[in-house]
C-alpha cells in the first residue's frame, strides 16, 4: 500500500506537483479536532491530546494549558491564536511565546469559536446551549459582554455577518438561527432542519449560508430569507467540518464516512470529491491562504494536507487505525477493554507521551498523580489513592467523574463486574515493569 501511495504522489510529481505539497504535521498524541490558518500563513491545530500545536513548516511549537481536549482553534489577527475544549475555557495565546491566559468560561465545551471581521469581537458555541460574545479589548478583569441564550441544546457553531452587527448560530436543536448584536436578542429563525446542524460558512457579502447537518444534510440558503439556494446532500453523514476559500470559491466538506467534497460556488456544483481517510471522519478542514492546498484532520495523530488541484491523484492518507476501532474478535475482552475505554488517552510503554494522560507503566502500587512530567489536575496532584485491583475497580464501577470528582477522565462506567475484572487482569499484565 505504501508503494501504491508513493507511486501515485511520484506520478502526481511528474505531472507538475511538487511533493512538498503534500504535507503531513505529525507530532500529536490525539485526533485532530480543528484546524486554522493565520494570514500569514501558519497552521494550528487543536487535538485531543489537550494541546494546540503551531506549526513553523513541520516543527511545532506545543502550547498546552487546557485540561482536557482541544475541539477549536482560531488566529485572532496575525500573532494571537484562540482555542476552545471540553475544560469548558477560551484561552488565549497572545504574541507566540507559548504562554496562554484563560478568556473566560463557559458552563459546557466549547464547540468552535470565530472572530469578526473587524477583529473586535470573538464568539464561541457552547454545549451548555449558550453563545459567548467577548470583546478584543478584554482586560484581564471582564473578558465577556454578553451571553447569548435560546437554543434549546448544544450550540456547535457560529458566524459572524459581513458588517459584524448580526450572528449566526447553528444548534443540536436542528435550527440556525440570526441575533442582533447591539441588543443580543435573537431575530430569526432561519433553518428548521430536524437533525442537529454541526456546521455553518457563510458567503461573501452575506451571499449566501451553507450548513451542514448530523443526517448529512448539506445545503446552501439565503442568510436573511432562510430559501434554499442549492442542495449537496449525499448518503454520507454527519457533516462534520466545512471551510470557504473565498477568492478561489471552494467550498469544503468534511463527513464521517471521510470525504471531503468539493463545491464550487460561483457554478453550485460539485466540483471534486475526495476520500481522504480509510475509515473514519473528517472532523477538521481549512484551507491555505492561497487556497492552492486543504488542510484535514481525523483519527489519526496527524494533520494532512493536499493540493487541491490534484486531490484525485491521491489514495486516502488518514488510515483511522485507532486501537479501539479493531476487530473485537481478535481481542480478548480485558484488551477490548482497555481499547476501548483507556487506549485513546493512555500509553503502555514507559517513557514520554503526547497522549491526553498520563503512561499506565508501572501503574499498580503507584499513587495517583505521580507520574513525572505530567501536568495533573488539583484534585489528584498529591492524592491519597493508591492503584490497584479495588481502586481501578471502583473508578470503572463509579465513573470517575464520581469517584475522582473534577478530574481531567472522561466520565465512562463499566458497568459488568466480569469486565472490569477482566480490564484489570489485562492492565496487570501489560503495566507491569520488567
Known amino acids: 500500500m505504501r508503494r501504491a501511495f508513493f507511486a501515485i504522489l511520484l506520478a502526481a510529481t511528474a505531472a507538475g506537483v511538487s511533493a512538498k505539497e503534500f504535507t ?89 469559536i470565530t472572530v469578526s471581521p473587524d477583529g473586535q469581537l470573538v464568539a464561541t458555541a457552547s454545549w451548555d446551549g449558550s453563545i459567548g460574545i467577548w470583546s478584543a479589548t478584554w482586560d484581564g478583569t471582564n473578558g465577556t459582554s454578553q451571553f447569548l441564550t435560546g437554543h434549546d441544546q448544544a450550540v456547535n457553531t457560529v458566524a459572524f455577518s459581513t458588517d459584524g452587527s448580526r450572528l449566526y448560530s447553528g444548534s443540536a436543536d436542528g435550527t440556525i438561527r440570526l441575533w442582533d448584536l447591539q441588543s443580543g436578542q435573537e431575530t430569526a429563525r432561519l433553518v428548521n432542519h430536524g437533525f442537529g446542524i454541526n456546521q455553518i460558512t457563510l458567503g461573501p457579502d452575506d451571499a449566501w449560508l451553507a450548513y451542514g447537518a448530523v443526517d448529512g444534510g448539506t445545503r446552501v440558503v439565503d442568510p436573511l430569507s432562510g430559501d434554499r439556494i442549492a442542495d449537496f446532500t449525499l448518503d454520507r453523514r454527519p457533516v462534520l467540518a466545512m471551510a470557504h476559500h473565498a477568492d478561489t470559491g471552494r467550498l469544503a466538506v468534511g463527513d464521517g464516512h471521510g470525504y471531503i467534497m468539493m463545491v464550487d460556488t460561483e457554478r453550485w456544483k460539485i466540483a471534486r470529491d475526495f476520500r481522504a481517510t480509510r475509515r473514519g471522519p473528517v472532523w477538521a478542514l481549512a484551507f491555505s491562504i492561497d487556497g492552492a492546498t486543504i488542510y484535514a484532520g481525523g483519527l489519526d495523530d496527524v494533520a494532512y494536507a493536499w493540493p487541491v488541484a ?25 484488551e477490548r477493554q482497555f481499547m476501548r475505554k483507556c487506549s485513546i488517552c493512555h500509553a503502555l510503554e514507559a517513557g514520554p507521551s503526547r497522549k491526553a494522560g498520563p503512561t499506565l507503566h508501572g501503574l499498580f502500587g503507584r499513587r495517583a498523580g505521580t507520574v513525572t512530567g505530567y501536568a495533573y489536575s488539583p484534585t489528584l496532584d498529591g492524592s491519597a489513592i493508591v492503584w490497584s485491583d479495588e481502586t481501578i475497580d471502583a473508578l470503572f464501577d463509579e465513573g470517575p467523574d464520581h469517584y475522582i470528582p473534577g478530574s481531567k477522565m472522561p466520565m465512562q462506567v463499566i458497568t459488568k463486574s466480569a469486565d472490569r475484572a477482566d480490564l484489570i487482569a489485562f492492565l496487570k499484565r501489560a503495566t507491569a515493569k520488567e
Request: proline residues 6%; without cysteine; aromatic residues 8%.
Open 24 to 112: 503531513t504535521l505529525k507530532g500529536h498524541g490525539g485526533p485532530v479536532m480543528d484546524i486554522a490558518v493565520s494570514p500569514t500563513g501558519q497552521v494550528a491545530t487543536a487535538s485531543f491530546d489537550n494541546s494546540v500545536g503551531l506549526w513553523a513548516g513541520r516543527d511545532p511549537q506545543w502550547l498546552e494549558g487546557h485540561d482536557a481536549a482541544v475541539k477549536t482553534v482560531a488566529f485572532w489577527g496575525e500573532h494571537t491564536l484562540l482555542s476552545g475544549g471540553d475544560d469548558f475555557s477560551l484561552r488565549v495565546w497572545p504574541g507566540g511565546d507559548g504562554t496562554g491566559q484563560v478568556l473566560g468560561q463557559h458552563k459546557g465545551p466549547v464547540a468552535e
Open 310 to 334: 490534484t486531490l484525485d491523484a491521491f489514495e486516502p492518507a488518514i488510515d483511522g487505525q485507532r486501537s479501539f476501532l479493531r476487530d473485537a474478535d481478535t481481542m480478548p475482552n480485558g
